[in-house]
């Protein structure tokens, strides 16, 4: 016993250190990234390309099901974005609650023919499109249930312009992020199949008519730890593996894609539980298979507003689908690892998630338990596992204050000196507590993956009205719960 625990310390700690040492590679990476960005930026006339006839136009499509706590505030915030020419297609996947009736009945919507459509990619039949010349962007689109990939799929095959964005429907764009994913690509059009935006966590901040006016971090941990989150893997990995042209996911909340190209590489696959990964997998391969030079890139200042989950049982739910996705969408593009045509992919960027998003819960766990199992046995010292999990402890840290000053970079915004400290704090509380939960829910979504569990689990949507009015409280919920074939 004494020989295995040795061993498999070592082996673990190994694996610790490189993936640490390559993630402060990528840190590294995106910070100067980032400065570079800033600079292309302040010299940038996307502002005056905001009402340029020569931006290419945008079809926005908006996948939905059981939406009607949000849908109105979202439609309601695309509406009035900063940008020349675009539609807003809103494709009800069959909700069985009243997404579609409050559409109806808030923008006076009548059934109406489609013109335009081709069935460009497989979807699901759509019963009914509905419109009003009153409010000419906006198209709603009434289909049987399929799922969120069927449902981009169904708008795709609607959308009449040459670019497609894709969003959430629980997600709030601010007025420039259209224009600045669009100016992104204008830089260059023929290489540029796919632009990520820059997705934020809203709970806690104070919003009115579909617009973010002050962030703030929420008072309540969960959503808190989720913005610390989503700050290190937005700002602190993925412009860096966009740098790289490795980015492997493009949100689904929030991003932006050539039309020609999705229906190339036949849009999303229906089955997948990981759509936004599966399509920019796709994408690269297609590319690299005929050798055709392309980037898929990462806009960090467009940004998306999304609602973050604030109890456990919804959170969980939300990451054993995620890693579902990863391991459906790792198994599925396997043939890519360590092949030269593939480059950054088949090389860093897969094997970066093999090793950090699907071995790193069994590292993490086990881990911990080799620990435990030296002090015990008598193998080691209590200080020096204090002090091995200090070094842990300040590893996350610089993670965070890393990601924190690409932040401060990129957005320029004051941050609250209480809100600072409460990052910082709950980074601590992260290390100790909550990575090692989210390790667990990634073993749990791994088993499920091998028993083919797809089921979506219950997601909470929350009125935006209410969170603006009590971004500390638990406002007025709406609960879906959705099997794989409903899930969006």
């Not at 935006?197 to 962030?215: H, K, T």
């Amino acid at each position: 016993m004494r020989a295995f625990l040795l061993n498999y310390g070592i082996v673990a700690t190994y694996l610790i250190i490189g993936s640490s040492l390559l993630y402060l590679f990528i840190l590294a990476v995106s910070h100067q990234r980032m400065l570079s960005i800033v600079k292309s930026t302040m010299n940038s006339r996307f502002r005056e390309l905001a009402g340029s006839e020569y931006v290419p136009p945008v079809s926005i499509l908006v996948p939905s099901y059981n939406e009607e706590l949000t849908i109105i505030e979202s439609v309601h915030s695309l509406m009035t974005l900063e940008f020349p020419g675009y539609e807003v297609v809103v494709i009800n996947d069959g909700s069985a609650d009243r997404t579609l009736q409050v559409l109806l009945e808030t923008f006076d919507l009548k059934p109406c023919r489609l013109s335009g459509f081709r069935p460009l990619v497989k979807s699901k039949a759509i019963r009914n499109v509905y419109k009003n010349p009153l409010y000419p962007r906006l198209v709603v689109i009434d289909k049987a249930n399929g799922g969120k990939a069927d449902a981009l799929n169904a708008g795709i095959n609607a959308a009449k312009y040459p670019l497609v964005a894709t969003i959430d429907a629980d997600s709030l764009l601010e007025k420039d992020a259209l224009i600045r994913l669009v100016n992104v690509y204008m830089e260059n059009p023929e290489q540029h199949i796919a632009i990520g935006g820059n997705v934020r966590i809203a709970n806690g901040s104070s919003i009115e008519d579909g617009r973010v006016l002050s962030v703030r971090l929420s008072k309540k941990w969960l959503p808190a730890m989720q913005y610390v989150e989503y700050v290190k893997a937005f700002l602190g990995g993925r412009i860096g593996w966009s740098a790289m042209n490795g980015l492997l996911i493009v949100s689904g909340a929030f991003g932006l894609f050539r039309k020609d190209y999705l229906v190339k590489v036949g849009g999303y696959e229906e089955e997948c539980p990981g759509e936004d990964m599966n399509i920019v997998m796709k994408l690269h391969k297609y590319m690299l298979d005929r050798n055709l030079p392309y980037r898929i890139v990462f806009c960090p200042d467009a940004v998306c507003w999304t609602q973050a989950p604030d109890t456990l049982q919804v959170l969980g739910a939300q990451r054993r689908r995620w890693i579902r996705g990863s391991l459906w969408n790792v198994s599925r593009f396997r043939a890519m690892l360590f092949i030269p045509k593939y480059k950054v992919i088949g090389w860093l960027a897969l094997p970066y998630t093999i090793l950090y998003e699907i071995l790193s819960p069994f590292v993490r766990l086990s881990g911990l338990a080799t620990l435990v199992g030296y002090v015990l046995l008598d193998m080691t010292q209590l200080p020096i596992l204090l002090i091995f999990l200090l070094v842990n402890l300040l590893i996350g840290m610089v993670f965070t204050c890393g990601s924190l000053l690409i932040e401060a970079i990129a957005f320029r915004r004051p941050t609250r000196t209480y809100d600072l400290l409460r990052i910082i704090g709950l980074s601590v509380v992260m290390t100790v507590g909550y990575d090692q939960i989210n390790a667990l829910w990634k073993l749990l979504g791994q088993w499920d993956y091998l028993r083919r569990n797809n089921a979506w689990g219950n997601m909470v949507r929350r009125s935006w009205q209410d969170e603006a009015a009590n971004p500390g409280k638990s406002p007025s919920s709406h609960t879906k719960s959705t099997k794989a074939a409903q899930a969006i």
